[in-house]
């Protein structure tokens, strides 16, 4: 359900029949749906047409009875309610009694949700800084006798990192079982919670033009993905996502499949606490899709908010619009407005604006002007506005050869020599797209598929499964040619 107001809250919590008069005074609207009344009221209250306190008074009053007309006095037989009538007046108090009842209940889970997150987060970030203060003590110590630093401050926020998931999961499982994502985001919401340098967090040393550490900020964003600790990193994307951090501004990520630009991403939310939401482009995606579109919600007309106008409006998140050259052009116009620098854009009832710390970047086979290899079919030329909106278009190439084997190795557990002789294949594959001898170029993907295929099929089966069956047939000589002269099946069987 989407997240509400806190005005909207507080109107709610309300007696019910105090809300819907006050509805009806301030706007004149009649109804007997206590959601219907409360948007009713916010709405004015966003429009100006009337104050909060204002509102407040007048629940107050309705809720005090002092604007309830005074209830005839029978004075003789004639003129006794009749029974009908006060069968609903004991069945209506009945029913405020329920909604009484409801709004306790309500305000208790709310309460013992946001008490409990609020009592865990103090307690990590308690354990992580003890932590931490323990490592510091024991590391100057060693210092003292070695003179050299023994504890690897990267190597140790990544195992804090995955203490901390660990002891986090059964409470992030409880809430999701019980639907309570909503009331938890709204109880807690992201905030930055600490810098540190790039070293500290990423396992590599970045300075800026001065030669000053580059710092990175930490959220505590509750729905951060989880870490791949596997993940390799490099200097230059980095300094791209830290800029866009510093200034805010979009960045679109272009290059070959298997390059990782949508795991980069995710990565960068996983390693910094934030949240993250992807969203899958094609052919057929609207604008309601991914923004929203009005609809029903218990039988009332309603505004429901896409995935992006959601995660725009969310504190922290990192927003990943992939594939995007796949959408016609025409529906994703409506991204210029939010694209724009502290954009503030009227859509679906209410001005959005992008919450503090979110990050929109963009995931491409095509760096937004077409594809010119042929090989990515359905992409299509995007407007130039579009991919204007986007302060840098970086181009993801595969890895340097000592990284990729880094890669390989930490994904699959492998041998550093096997890594090594399996790439020389891929990359000599790779070469031959250039000539044209080979369509597409195989991606790290199908080397760590390849590698843990190993332990059960053969080498010629695990070539043609992961590397060469996902080739159009005018590629299979080359591919057939280079596993004969490059791949050696003794010292592939002698390193498995």
């Not at 990192?318 to 050259?325: A, G, P, Q, S």
């Not at 529906?331 to 954009?343: D, M, R, V, Y």
């Amino acid at each position: 359900m989407p997240i509400q107001s806190p005005v909207y809250i507080a109107i709610f919590k309300k007696p019910t029949q105090a809300v819907l008069n006050a509805a009806q005074e301030v706007t004149g609207m009649k109804t007997e749906s206590k959601h219907t009344a409360t948007l009713a009221l916010e709405n004015a209250i966003n429009a100006g047409q009337v104050s909060v306190d204002r509102v407040g008074t007048i629940i107050d009053q309705y809720a005090n009875q002092k604007h309830r007309p005074a209830s005839p006095t029978s004075t003789s037989s004639a003129t006794q309610t009749p029974a009908w009538v006060a069968h609903l007046d004991a069945t209506d108090d009945q029913v405020k009694h329920l909604d009484k009842k409801l709004d306790d209940h309500t305000s208790t889970l709310e309460t013992m949700i946001k008490s409990n997150a609020q009592v865990l987060a103090k307690r990590i970030v308690s354990l992580d800084a003890d932590l931490r203060t323990d490592i510091a003590g024991i590391q100057a110590a060693l210092q003292a006798v070695n003179k050299k630093p023994l504890v690897d401050a990267f190597e140790v926020g990544k195992a804090v990192a995955h203490e901390v998931a660990n002891a986090f999961a059964p409470f992030k499982q409880a809430v999701i079982d019980a639907q309570a994502q909503a009331v938890v985001a709204q109880a807690v919401s992201a905030i930055v919670i600490e810098s540190k340098p790039i070293r500290e967090v990423f396992g590599i040393e970045i300075n800026d033009a001065k030669g000053n550490p580059l710092m990175v900020d930490l959220w505590n964003a509750q729905d951060a993905p989880a870490i791949d600790p596997n993940f390799v990193w490099t200097e230059k994307i980095l300094r791209h996502l830290l800029l866009a951090q510093r200034t805010g501004e979009n960045l679109w990520f272009g290059g070959h499949k298997g390059t990782g630009k949508s795991e980069t991403a995710r990565q960068f939310a996983a390693y910094t606490g934030r949240s993250f939401t992807r969203i899958n482009f094609h052919k057929f995606t609207t604008t309601e899709d991914y923004v929203g579109a009005i609809g029903l919600d218990n039988g009332e007309t309603v505004f429901k908010q896409g995935d992006f106008l959601r995660a725009f409006t969310s504190p922290s998140t990192v927003v990943l619009l992939d594939e995007v050259t796949n959408a016609d052009a025409g529906e994703l116009a409506t991204l210029n407005g939010f694209l724009e620098p502290n954009s503030a854009v009227t859509y679906g009832g209410a001005v959005r604006r992008r919450a503090p710390g979110v990050l929109v970047f963009a995931a491409d086979n095509t760096l937004g002007s077409g594809d010119e290899s042929g090989r990515y079919a359905g992409t299509r030329t995007m407007n130039s506005s579009l991919v204007d909106r986007f302060a840098r278009v970086i181009h993801f190439d595969y890895l340097p050869l000592a990284q990729e084997v880094d890669a390989v190795m930490r994904h699959t557990g492998c041998a550093k020599q096997l890594a090594e002789h399996i790439l020389a294949s891929i990359r000599m594959a790779r070469a031959k797209v250039e000539t044209g001898d080979v369509v597409d170029a195989p991606s790290i993907r199908s080397v760590i598929a390849f590698i843990r295929a190993l332990d059960v099929l053969s080498i010629d089966d695990a070539w043609a499964t992961t590397v060469a069956a996902r080739q159009p047939s005018e590629s299979a000589a080359a591919l057939e040619a280079i596993r004969k002269a490059t791949l050696n099946p003794a010292l592939i069987t002698s390193l498995i």
